[in-house]
């Protein structure tokens, strides 16, 4: 496999764009651009900085501003609130009371004094290494040809031979005050630098200008990545150990090991997971290499704090297709992990190190089929994968052209519970009620189910939308995306009437997020007919849809929740007409009371997997829905003898309560019976109708 890295870097920087823009305009810029490159930097890692002369706005006197990327965020999506803001007479003046190595931590609280313009955000630890620069522009970011060479056991030796006499080397040494007191002296006694290499950590480079700074970040990270191809031992990690199953198996085994994986590390926290066979991860994961390189960890501060300090791998052979074997051994290979990382935190910690964090793995490699990654969302599972890439694509440079070092296992305690590291977690807000769930919602794309996603969305769930209408399906799911990000939810097309496609849509849920733990049945259609005019057609769709859909569903969820073993929620989306029959809709009536009884049987099935089956009962839902959008509607209207337009007033009319009851209240009752709300109950109706004696359970 080629190199990723030995691809050029397309140099994106637009001199018209740049001309309209502020020193600080240009800065967010830059930050932007080197962050749109997983090569150049990884999501949330580097910084970025330039010293621009401001007015003060007390004296109205030019004052020189370090304008730093602040703590927590992302280089690459960040805007311009996202720089801290601090005074560089100030901040230079904090080196006369910096008290040495063992009080570093300190410095940080202080940096909060050298505030300029009460800017509110929290500035990083690495804000020294930026300020201590005497050049107007630095960069610090995390490419993986640079942290390859940095990460090699000869890194210093490699710096000189691959730039000469263009950048300096510093080894490893856990970023803060000293080391930007350091990387200051020298910038300042070699003016021939353009920038340094931090040992197993990454790169500083910078300029005179913006642009210039950009231009050198770029040029040294090619240069990197052009002499690893270069003189890079083939084959890559050593040769291939065995060869990957095919694309459609590897998804399979995958799917077939996630909720195994996640049930058995969700009991104290839900975790949502992430898969990947991407060629990076299949070189890495098939290599005679993986058993020598995966327990060495990461070297980069950044890749273990998102991945941990090490993998666990599951052992599969795609010769011998040993799955239940792996299944079988799961529970013995995760508690070994757990004592191990145990005795990892017992062996490094000081007497001050806050209580260890969750023991399990993050990232697992599987042979012959890729990566899989668990975490307590979505997104932060799959940038734990993206960071384990750039791991592997360390490793495979630094192996390929001298040995990799990956970082002392002190050293990589000491980030991982920095108290620092541990106040930045402390702050982060309260999880939702439905954080790490993951919910599977039929006829997502209508009104019922476009609100029950947003109500789930909104208490931290990952959602499945799965509906028969693709147009209003990808509607729905980009207005959600656009809202709540990219991993929010998926959409799938799906026929709740097709055995094969319900399967199919639990595996393809399976492989988007790890699991399933809230399943709402919400699919419908309506139907308006005399008996006696009624066609075993129409009978039989009503049947079909609202009575085998939802078993089919149900069948499904139940198989997945009970490997899971993390129980369940499960709700039927029923209708008053259910539980009070209706002259003229027959075969409605009928399923609807058919959906209704099924929920009551799965209630018993599921109560001792902990799976719980709960039903609402909806009643003339006009707004949002495409059910009313057609004949029911108009057949609805007849049947009352008034204009489409008078029929919500009708209803409203018919109400005890006088209301209307829109899409937003039944996705409320969805929302109970499908949270910790509800944790005691199962098997029950809950009317939202806003009051109507003949639906009354009895």
């Known amino acids: 496999m080629t190199q990723a890295a030995a691809k050029p ?166 970023p803060g005050f000293d080391l930007g007191l350091k990387l200051g002296e020298m910038a300042a006694k070699h003016p021939e630098y353009v920038g340094v290499v931090l040992g197993a950590h990454g ?99 950044d890749h273990f704090l998102r991945t941990k300090i090490r993998p666990l791998v599951l052992p599969y052979d795609p010769q011998s297709d040993n799955v239940d074997a792996i299944a079988d051994s799961l529970d013995a290979r995760l508690e070994a992990y757990r004592g191990d990382y145990s005795a990892y935190y017992q062996r490094c910690k000081h007497p001050s190190s806050p209580a260890m964090r969750d023991p399990n793995a993050v990232i697992y490699l599987v042979p012959g089929v890729g990566m899989l990654s668990f975490a307590k969302d979505k997104a932060t599972a799959r940038i734990a994968s993206e960071f384990y890439i750039n791991a592997i694509n360390v490793m495979r440079g630094a192996s390929g052209v001298s040995a990799y070092v990956g970082l002392p296992e002190q050293e990589a305690f000491d980030i991982e519970y920095w108290l620092l590291e541990e106040a930045k977690l402390q702050r982060m807000p309260k999880a939702k009620s439905l954080a790490g769930r993951i919910a599977y919602v039929t006829g997502g794309a209508g009104g019922i189910g476009g609100a029950t996603a947003l109500r789930l ?39 709740v009437t097709d055995e094969a496609g319900v399967i199919a849509s639990f595996h393809e849920s399976v492989l988007a997020y790890g699991g399933i733990d809230i399943v709402v049945s919400n699919a419908g259609i309506a139907s308006a007919s005399p008996v006696e005019d009624t066609s075993l057609a129409l009978w039989q769709k009503n049947m079909d849809v609202l009575a085998t859909g939802y078993f089919l569903v149900a069948r499904e969820a139940f198989r997945l929740m009970q490997r899971q073993k993390c129980g369940g929620a499960i709700v039927f989306v029923a209708s008053k007409n259910g539980l009070a029959a209706s002259a003229g809709a027959s075969a409605y009536c009928a399923a609807k009371a058919s959906e209704i009884h099924l929920a009551r049987c799965l209630a018993l099935e599921g109560a001792a997997h902990g799976i719980r089956v709960n039903t609402v009962n909806p009643d003339a839902v006009l707004r949002g829905s495409k059910i009313w959008a057609g004949e029911w509607r108009q057949q609805r209207a007849a049947s009352n003898k008034v204009t489409e337009d008078e029929l919500e007033e009708v209803y409203r009319q018919r109400s005890m309560l006088k209301l209307s009851v829109l899409p937003e209240d039944i996705a409320e009752g969805i929302y109970f019976f499908a949270s910790d709300l509800s944790a005691k109950s199962t098997g029950n109706i809950l009317n939202v109708d806003a009051g109507n004696a003949q639906a009354f359970t009895r």
């Open 9 to 174: 870097l397309p140099n994106l920087w637009d001199d018209s764009h740049a001309a309209a823009l502020d020193e600080p305009g240009l800065l967010l810029y830059r930050s932007n651009l080197l962050g749109s490159d997983l090569r150049i930097t990884n999501f949330g890692g580097g910084n970025t900085s330039a010293k621009v002369e401001t007015a003060d706005p007390l004296t109205g006197k030019p004052v020189q501003v370090l304008w730093v990327k602040g703590s927590g965020g992302d280089i690459g999506s960040m805007k311009r609130d996202g720089f801290a803001t601090l005074y560089m007479d100030k901040l230079e003046s904090l080196k006369g009371v910096y008290r040495g190595l063992a009080h570093e931590d300190e410095m940080v609280a202080l940096f909060n004094h050298c505030t300029f313009n009460l800017n509110p955000r929290a500035t990083s630890i690495d804000t020294a290494l930026h300020g201590f620069v005497p050049h107007a522009h630095v960069d610090h970011v995390h490419a993986d040809a640079v942290i390859a060479i940095a990460a090699s056991a000869n890194s210093e030796e490699l710096t000189r031979k691959i730039f000469g006499g263009a950048l300096g080397y510093l080894p490893w040494q856990r």
């Open 203 to 301: 790169l500083f480079t910078w300029g005179k200008t913006s642009k210039a700074c950009y231009e050198t970040t770029l040029r040294i990270i090619q240069q990197a990545a052009d002499w690893l191809a270069a003189h890079e031992k083939q084959p890559a990690f050593d040769g291939v150990r065995i060869e990957p199953a095919e694309p459609a198996k590897r998804r399979a085994i995958a799917a077939r090991l996630m909720p195994l994986v996640r049930g058995k590390i969700s009991q104290s926290e839900r975790k949502v997971g992430h898969f990947t066979d991407a060629p990076e991860v299949l070189e890495f994961v098939n290599s005679r290499a993986l058993d020598a390189l995966a327990p060495m960890g990461t070297s980069c501060p």
């Open 457 to 495: 969305l909104n208490e931290g769930a990952c959602v499945i939308l799965a509906d028969i209408d693709q147009a209003a399906l990808d509607e729905r799911i980009t207005a959600v995306v656009k809202k709540f990000g990219r991993d929010s939810a998926v959409g799938i097309k799906l026929d």
